[in-house]
């Protein structure tokens, strides 16, 4: 089983993020174990919601701003409880 972990900045009605929660969702239920991280979920649209719905795994580092250092902090905690 591999296992995926997207990390993007938050879950907005845009182009990255809708391709990316499609990859995740088709991915989702196959052999592999998928996951998404957002960087904050301040500016989420429908796109979260379709996250959730799908059963996929949301992680959610809750950043001030995209450089906060208690986010990465959370990231590297994340990562290795996700090993």
């Keep these: 089983m591999t296992r995926a972990l997207a990390l ?6 845009a ?3 809708k391709v990316t929660v499609g990859f995740l969702r ?3 239920g196959t052999e592999h ?3 998404i991280c957002t960087v904050t979920s301040r500016h989420d649209g429908p796109l979260a919601k379709e996250i959730e719905a799908s ?7 809750g950043a001030c701003r995209l450089a906060d250092p208690l986010a990465l902090v959370r990231l590297l905690r994340l990562l290795r409880y996700e090993q």
């Design 33 to 35: 174990r998928v996951s």
């Design 26 to 28: 088709r991915l989702h």
């Design 8 to 13: 993007i900045s938050g879950l907005p009605t």
């Design 55 to 61: 059963g996929v795994v949301r992680h959610d580092l």
């Design 15 to 17: 182009g990255a993020e």
